[in-house]
């Protein structure tokens, strides 16, 4: 993929998770149902989160390396 | 183990001790081994998560007891900002590490034309914002030790007469030493502070393994997740969120993003204590981690303790209290170290990022004011005054909380006072989002929205969080001020029907987006705005960091003077060091450039703020920032460059007309050496013609023996002849080109012209009466003076009555010499009845060399009438031919005739003089 196409990827996956946890989307898993003897909407929510942190990790290995290679304020001074 | 009061407290103090020490090795440890274990993106990450406080600790168990799913809200929100870091979070580091931002305040300063006003308001407004929150956690650890003291059987030990409100204010005084010994020790020139950094993420650590002790701890009691939420359902609470996803979770969710970002303490360690870029990157995965982690035992210990506990059971407590009633002493210990942690943590962290504030847009900024001279109080250290300065603030922070916590003591719940200070900050965001992202947002309506969205939030939020403690405040939100039902804190603009919390985020973020946008159209960015806001923008570009606002030059004592001052002795004199080093100069004679002086700025700016290093600066750099004056003086520089461009032009205009006349001028060169080449040539001509004759009759008496006497008397004869001929014209032409270069000496002086005409006619007597021609005098002046030179005066008459006589024609010749006086004039004229003067060559007569048509026959150079002409004007008279071609010709000489003055003096009358 082309740096373009990641940082967009990036950003639909950030859109993504928003819309995920706004109405009206989080409101399609709020039915009384348990899976695993816990409520849906939480496993939902929690499945969610952590999809995100493994989506995050993602990102940040592959999103474009181009932090300064040397930060001044970090080293040179206690 | 027996727990009590007095052991928690001991506990409690023997952890801040703990936390001190960790604070101190890790100052030294960084000090020594720069980018050791405490700069990894570990440690920054566990930094971050000071966001969880004992609001998260406490507060979410009791969130979720009252209102389930609703809890995870406030940890969603910040976890899509940092899914999302690449485009705002990213750009928030940057662009501070560019720009040696310091706060909140500075940023919004810094991006809006390094307004001084802006920072102050931002920074009260976040103190007052922040004092709920901190008024929270006073709350969390005053109740955790409450709870501990009420259930311990030994009763409540050294606590023995201390009410809840006198232990708050002890927990306030306590945290307030605390605070100062860790955060004001020194004033770092990036407000770094590694030693404290580490203690937060030990804390992390603790708050988190305390946190999940007690939910395996309470899965473990519960005999797992299926079995908590079966009895849950059994004893008939709502485990399914039937009315979570409202305006309320949207509204959290909106509130907990924003104050990831706007927050003061989560900017500190997010933004001003990152030291590289690339730790983002790490926390953007693990602090959602750290979070989801957190999160994941909430709801199982808050039902389990809804399901176990008696009621009226402050579920806030369940994290202490389930271990409490099991007897678990150790982990209630354990949980309430957990909770302190969270608490202190936080407590810490917000005030020194206050502190940082208050002393740098108001503190720094009033000194500055006050010593208008250089800007600095003389023996004054500056470094002690910011120190003294913070740790003044600190105290102010926390009396405040504690205040807020005084007045509002009647209310239990803890996550709706955090809530009242995420909507109070979240006010920044939009001048924020506008910051990054929005090139024409200018400073006036930043102030003017920030102000809105305040006044709105003190009025639909703070306000109302009083009303338990003030039965006016009741009475106000009842019915609104003097009885007007549409200012209703709660109701505003008769908005009934969505819950207070949304109410109040609605309205304020509402009005503040709308005054920003609206207000940023309608007015105008400063110069230095404008500079200021492509930098933000362009911050990912590589120019953008070479761009320096503030120009002009500086004595490098001056500057270092400050430097010393505001970053002390050691850094000032590494800093001039360096640039001595790269100037291949000496440190005395250093002439500091303009990418120095913004260095040195940024420096400054990482002590004491954008605005007040601007502002120090400018005092002693001339030139200052881009000011109207420099705008002027472009302008000026300008217009100087539009007047010497037509200055250029009058003189090529000049130089134009220069070249014309040079042209004329040239014209005449050449017509001038055309006629030198012509004369030249006719002197030639008329020399070679005698000197023809000269030879060819020479030749002939070498030659011939036997000429006869009378043959060779004729040739001789001739040959004289030519040589006089010859001889004549040679003076001639020396005679006139003397006159005409003015050489020959000349004199004018009263003479009677009449006398010169008398001379003149005698001489040709001779030659009249040989060609039979009459001459007659018609008509005669009498005694005339004009200034002359009587001979020269006469050989041009007698020039006029020899051709007169000569080129006659006529079969009975007659000539006319008559002189007469017009008015100051005198006038002579020779007139005769010859063939005259064709009028083709009228023009020409008086050129040299010029003989007409009559005179081809005779002898002559032609030299005659220009010599004449020549005589008669350095005589200031003028010689001219009169007559028409029928009637022979005539010639006239006028000239000015003297005029005696009274007094005897002479002068002469020049005609129009």
């Known amino acids: 993929m082309t740096r373009r196409k990641i940082i967009a990827a990036a950003l639909v996956f950030a859109i993504f998770g928003v819309l995920a946890v706004f109405p009206p989307l989080v409101v399609l898993f709020r039915y009384d149902f348990r899976v695993f003897g816990v409520p849906v909407e939480n496993l939902y929510i929690f499945a969610l989160w952590t999809l995100l942190v493994i989506g995050a990790r993602l990102f940040s290995q592959i999103l474009p390396h181009d932090e300064p290679t040397r930060v001044k304020r970090g080293d040179d001074a206690p | 183990m027996t727990l009590t009061a007095d052991l928690v407290i001991a506990t409690a103090v023997a952890y801040v001790g703990l936390l001190f020490l960790v604070a101190y090795l890790g100052d030294r440890a960084t000090r020594d081994r720069p980018g050791g274990f405490l700069r990894s993106p570990f440690v920054y990450t566990l930094s971050i998560s000071v966001y969880c406080t004992s609001w998260t600790f406490y507060g979410a168990v009791g969130s979720a007891a009252r209102s389930g799913l609703e809890f995870a809200t406030i940890y969603l929100g910040p976890t899509l900002v940092f899914v999302g870091w690449w485009f705002i979070l990213r750009r928030l580091v940057r662009i501070s590490h560019d720009q040696r931002i310091t706060s909140i305040a500075d940023l919004l ?76 020790r020194n004033v770092d020139a990036k407000e770094q502070h590694h030693g404290v950094v580490a203690a937060i993420a030990l804390e992390a650590i603790v708050k988190l393994t305390a946190l999940v002790a007690v939910g395996m701890f309470v899965l473990y009691s519960g005999g797992g997740l299926d079995a908590i939420f079966t009895r849950a359902e059994e004893a008939g609470l709502d485990i399914h969120a039937s009315e979570t996803f409202g305006d309320r979770w949207v509204a959290t969710l909106l509130l907990a993003a924003a104050a990831i970002i706007c927050l003061p303490r989560q900017f500190q360690v997010t933004v001003v204590e990152n030291s590289d870029e690339s730790h983002l990157r790490t926390a953007s995965w693990a602090f959602p981690g750290y979070m989801l982690l957190m999160s994941l035992f909430i709801i199982p210990i808050a039902l389990y303790g809804l399901t176990t506990m008696p009621a009226g059971s402050n579920p806030d407590m369940f994290t202490l209290t389930l271990p409490l009633a099991a007897g678990q002493d150790g982990l209630a210990l354990f949980a309430f170290i957990g909770g302190f942690s969270s608490a202190t943590s936080m407590i810490i962290l917000e005030s020194i990022a206050l502190s940082i504030m208050v002393s740098n847009h108001i503190v720094v900024p009033v000194m500055l004011r006050l010593t208008a001279g250089d800007g600095i109080g003389e023996g004054q250290s500056v470094r002690r005054l910011i120190l003294n300065a913070r740790r003044l603030s600190i105290i102010l922070i926390l009396f405040l909380g504690f205040g807020y916590f005084y007045l509002t003591r009647g209310s239990d719940a803890l996550a709706p006072i955090g809530l009242i200070s995420f909507t109070g900050v979240a006010q920044f965001l939009p001048a924020i989002l506008a910051a990054l992202f ?22 639909s939020s703070f306000m109302p969080s009083f009303a338990s403690s003030s039965p006016m405040v009741a009475q106000i939100m009842a019915e609104g001020p003097f009885g007007i039902a549409w200012m209703r804190p709660q109701a505003l603009f008769g908005l009934i029907g969505l819950e207070p919390l949304a109410h109040a985020v609605f309205w304020s973020l509402f009005l503040n987006t709308s005054v920003l946008v609206v207000g940023s159209l309608v007015t105008n960015q400063s110069a ?8 933000f923008l362009n911050v990912f570009s590589k120019s953008a960091s070479e761009t320096n606002p503030l120009r002009g030059s500086a004595e490098a004592d001056d500057l270092f003077l400050i430097a010393r001052r505001v970053l002390g002795h050691e850094r000032a004199v590494t800093i001039f060091s360096e640039e001595a080093k790269q100037a291949r100069m000496a440190w005395t004679s250093l002439e500091p450039s303009s990418a120095f002086i913004h260095r040195l700025e940024r420096e400054l700016a990482g002590s004491i703020g954008a605005a007040s290093a601007h502002v120090m600066l400018s005092k002693v750099v001339t030139g200052s920032a881009i000011s109207l004056e420099e705008v002027m003086q472009m302008a000026d520089e300008t217009q100087q460059a539009i007047e010497y461009s037509q200055e250029l032009e009058r003189t090529s205009s000049q130089l134009r007309a220069t070249a014309e006349k040079l042209e004329v001028a040239n014209q005449q060169l050449r017509r001038v050496d055309q006629q030198k080449d012509e004369f030249l040539s006719q002197v030639s001509h008329e020399v070679r013609t005698p000197m023809t004759a000269i030879r060819a009759f020479s030749e002939i008496l070498l030659s011939e023996d036997d000429l006869d ?96 006589i000569k080129y006659n024609g006529a079969t009975s010749p007659e000539i006319d010499v008559r002189s007469r006086v017009d008015g100051t004039n005198y006038i002579v004229e020779v007139a005769d009845n010859g063939v005259g003067i064709p009028a083709q060559e009228r023009d020409r007569i008086f050129d040299k060399f010029y003989r007409g048509r009559l005179g081809e026959a005779f002898a002559g150079a032609g030299l005659g009438l220009p010599i004449s002409r020549e005589i008669v004007t350095r005589m200031n008279g003028n010689l001219e031919l009169v007559s028409d071609g029928a009637n022979g010709a005539c010639f006239r000489i006028t000239l000015p005739m003297l005029v005696q003055k009274r007094r005897g003096r002479t002068s002469i009358a020049v005609p129009g003089v």
């Open chain 2, 709 to 804: 006497a009378n043959a060779r008397q004729r040739f001789m004869a001739t040959i004289h002849k030519e040589s006089l001929r010859l001889t004549s014209l040679l003076d001639e032409i020396l005679d006139l080109s003397a006159l005409e270069r003015g050489e020959r000496s000349w004199e004018n002086r009263p003479v009677n012209a009449e006398e010169s005409v008398d001379q003149a006619l005698q001489v040709c007597d001779a030659l009249a009466r040989h060609s039979q021609t009459v001459v007659q005098t018609s008509q005669r002046a009498g005694r005339s003076i004009v200034l002359a030179d009587s001979d020269r005066l006469s050989q041009v008459l007698i020039n006029l009555i020899s051709n007169a």
């Open chain 2, 438 to 459: 929005w090139r024409d947002a200018s400073t006036r309506a930043a102030i003017a929205a920030i102000s809105v969205g305040f006044l709105v939030w003190l009025w």
């Open chain 2, 528 to 535: 230095l705005e404008h500079v200021q806001a492509a930098l």
């Open chain 2, 109 to 184: 300063s810094s991006r809006f034309g390094k307004s001084s006003r802006l920072a102050v308001l931002v920074t009260v407004l976040a103190v007052i914002a922040i004092a709920p929150y901190i008024a929270l956690q006073l709350k969390a650890v005053t109740s955790s030790i409450e709870a501990i003291a009420g259930s311990s059987i030994f009763g409540r030990g050294s606590l023995e007469g201390w009410g809840e409100v006198g232990m708050a204010l002890g927990v306030a005084a306590g945290m307030a030493l605390f605070t100062i010994l860790f955060g004001t």
